[in-house]
Nanobody, 126 residues
């Protein structure tokens, strides 16, 4: 089992930045592939970024490359999402997830994510 707890959401003005954190506990084997997703009211869930933790490789949604960066703190078993130049359309609930069966180059936004956190709200508004 993997437990995921997100934090760092909040309200920010357009152009601002936020860093989300996802603390993972439980099986480290089953949380090697981790990702961030988001969902706005009335919209489908959207993949944001993934990382394969053993080598730090990452995959991003094309529309978010250059503004969002996924990273990790191996010691504290935490994955981060740095979000810069935020826009109102970035407003959403952001979720952290783990894909237990995905490894290496198979860890990407198309992986099957089985473990999910409760989410943290990000609101971008002036």
């Amino acid at each position: 089992q993997v437990q995921l707890v997100e934090s760092g959401g909040g309200s920010v003005q357009p152009g601002g930045s936020l860093r989300l954190s996802c603390a993972a506990s439980g099986s480290t084997v089953r949380s090697k592939c981790m990702g961030w997703f988001r969902q706005s009211p009335g919209k489908e869930r959207e993949g944001v970024a993934t990382t394969y933790r053993p080598d730090g490789s990452a995959d991003y949604a094309d529309s978010l490359k250059g503004r969002f960066t996924i990273s990790q703190d191996i010691t504290n078993n935490t994955v981060f999402l740095q979000m810069n130049s935020l826009k109102p359309e970035d407003t959403a609930m952001y979720y952290c997830a783990a894909a237990p069966a995905a490894g290496g180059r198979w860890c990407n936004l198309r992986s099957v994510f089985s473990y999910w956190g409760q989410g943290t709200q990000v609101t971008v508004s002036s």
